[in-house]
């Protein structure tokens, strides 16, 4: 498996919610911050992504610290990190946001439509669409990505599929609905990311560009495949072809931390998915991401999350319900 595609699996990454809305000027929908709406979202997750897909018509997005954004359709817009936001017909234009909008439906019936503006302006036709995701212990992509990531022009292709699909489902709503427009809003956000990354300049720096440099990417996808082997750096280094200082010194400059901590990192992530998934001992799970020791394990799990790991399953658990 790629590090790209173990992450994205990883990160517990789920897409559920989705808005169809018809909008004509002047109109102005505000978005509130990911934190204050991802746990009526979805219970248990940690961040949100949202991300816009205009189908018709052109409007303008507007976040904080950030010149207004002209969309047009076939433009997508996708906001990683979870920042308020505003999609109006004009810049400038604010709306406090409806805050019980932001929970799955009574019914569970999806998409929520929504009408809004004059009823002789422009007509504009967008798609909302939100993801949740785990942010701790470690998601690497998340540090990697952009506060705002614009792809332009896509009414044909993959991408332009994924919408249609969307809107043919919410059309003519069939069983299973909800999991379908679910999985095309992971879909489209995987292949916003494969996009962003397919057109990074030669020069970026980041987790992301380290996936295409010839040497760090080989070392990432070596590491993912069995992140349990008790690696080293040499031991990495000879499976790349590079001296241990030439591979350390390349590892930081691209993913920004040594690769030693990356590795620990990595597997603290796995550990809290095995931690929520079942009811393996510490000890197991320990032994699943590579300690051979309990008490080793517990102390980085507990100094990367801040809670020993019993506790942590236990808290979490409790926030999701479960």
């Not at 040499?234 to 930081?252: C, I, Q, Y």
């Amino acid at each position: 498996m790629d590090a790209l595609s173990d992450v994205l699996r990883a990160v517990r990454l789920t897409g559920a919610i989705f808005f169809d809305i018809q909008a004509s000027d002047p109109w102005v929908a505000e978005t509130p911050a990911g934190q204050t709406i991802v746990d009526a979202m979805f219970p248990g997750s940690e961040h949100l992504v949202c991300y816009h897909v205009i189908t018709r018509g052109s409007c303008w997005a507007c976040v904080p610290g950030e010149p207004p954004i002209r969309l047009s359709a076939g433009d997508i817009i996708v906001l990683p990190h979870g920042d308020t936001h505003v999609l109006s017909s004009t810049p400038g234009l604010r709306r406090t946001p409806d805050m019980t909008l932001y929970r799955m439906p009574a019914d569970g019936k999806l998409p929520v439509s929504i009408s809004m503006g004059g009823s002789l302006g422009e007509p504009v036709h967008f798609v909302c669409g939100f993801l949740g995701c785990d942010a701790r212990p470690y998601n690497p992509l998340l540090a990697a990505l952009p506060r705002v990531i614009l792809v332009s022009g896509h009414t044909s292709g993959a991408l332009a599929s994924y919408v249609q699909f969307a809107l043919a489902e919410s059309k003519e709503p069939r069983m299973g609905g909800q999991c379908v427009l679910g999985r095309l809003s992971e879909l489209m956000f995987v292949d916003v990311v494969r996009h962003y990354l397919e057109t990074l300049p030669a020069d970026r720096t980041g987790w992301l560009a380290g996936l295409r440099d010839q040497f760090v990417g080989r070392a990432l996808s070596t590491f993912h495949r069995d992140p349990a082997r008790a690696w080293t750096i040499e031991s990495l280094a000879k499976s790349v072809g590079l001296s241990r200082s030439a591979l350390a010194e390349r590892f930081t400059e691209f993913v920004g931390q040594p690769l030693v901590q990356y590795m620990i990192n990595w597997r603290m992530q796995l550990a809290a998915n095995h931690l929520l998934s079942g009811m393996d001992s510490i000890a197991v799970i320990a032994n699943l991401v590579g300690y051979e020791s309990e008490a080793a394990f517990s102390r980085a799990f507990k100094k990367a999350v801040g809670a020993p790991p019993s506790q942590w399953r236990r808290m979490r658990n409790e926030q999701r319900g479960a």
